[in-house]
Every structure is written in structure tokens, then in C-alpha cells.
């Protein structure tokens, strides 16, 4: 499938326009769940405690793949299924996630810690699928 950037925007604002792209409810926790699980199946990302609709789910993977930030191969032939992965467009989203991450840690009551800081390093403290060496989270 060709890649697809949308040509209109809110706005030049670098922000506003990648809000454009995967600034939705979802898109982030797809990401998410890559991140986690190098890839996933659709049954996959159902299973995710956030309950996404089936054809939310289907259309916002069909958004990402077409922007580039995911790809998709097939597992099974019949019926056809298909498992998802980040491409290196979809990790270099990564320091945004994380700021992200760390933000809502500090930030909002109830929820769980996901990067942890002792002794001034930072690691995960749950396991995740890619290699974030490069994000300086071990």
C-alpha cells in the first residue's frame, strides 16, 4: 500500500499537524501496545484493557499504516489474517510517548508507573518489545 500523508492541515504548527495524525483517542495506544509486544495481532489489540472498538480499531490501523507509522504482514492465509509492527517512522515516536508517559506519572493520581528512576537512571519496569537503548530507557 503507497504511503499517504494528508496534504491539509489545522495549521503550519509542527504540533497541531502531527495532533492531525495521531493525536485521536487511539493511534498513541496502539503505539503503545507495539512497543510492548513487537507485534500484534487485531485480537491483540482487543484484548487491551481500554475495550477500542473493532471498527475504530480497523480504521485507525488502516490510518497508520497508510502515514507509514506501522506495517502489516499476513500470518494466516485463510482467512486472511494479519499481525502489525512499528516501521522506524512509528519508533522514532518513542521520546514523544515517553514524555508522555513520564508526564502522567507525575501528573495524574491512580496510575501506573511505568518508567521508573533509581539512582538516576531511568528503566521500564515493565518488559517492552523493541529496543529502546536508543531512548536511554533500559
Known sequence: MALVEPTTHRSTCPLAST????G??????????LVYFGTCTFKK???AAEKIPAKTLAD??????????????PYQTRPLRHE????????ALL?????LTLWGQAHIDERETIVAV?????SMTRPVAVDL???EVS
Open 19 to 22: 495532533l492531525d495524525l495521531v
Open 24 to 33: 485521536d483517542k487511539w493511534s498513541l495506544l496502539i503505539i503503545r501496545d
Open 45 to 47: 489489540f482487543q484484548s
Open 60 to 73: 485507525r490501523l488502516k490510518k497508520l499504516e497508510a502515514l507509514g507509522i506501522i506495517s502489516k504482514q
Open 84 to 91: 502489525y509492527e512499528l516501521t522506524e517512522k512509528g519508533l
Open 95 to 99: 521520546p514523544a510517548l515517553k514524555a
Open 118 to 122: 533509581k539512582d538516576g537512571v531511568q
Open 133 to 135: 537503548a536508543w531512548l
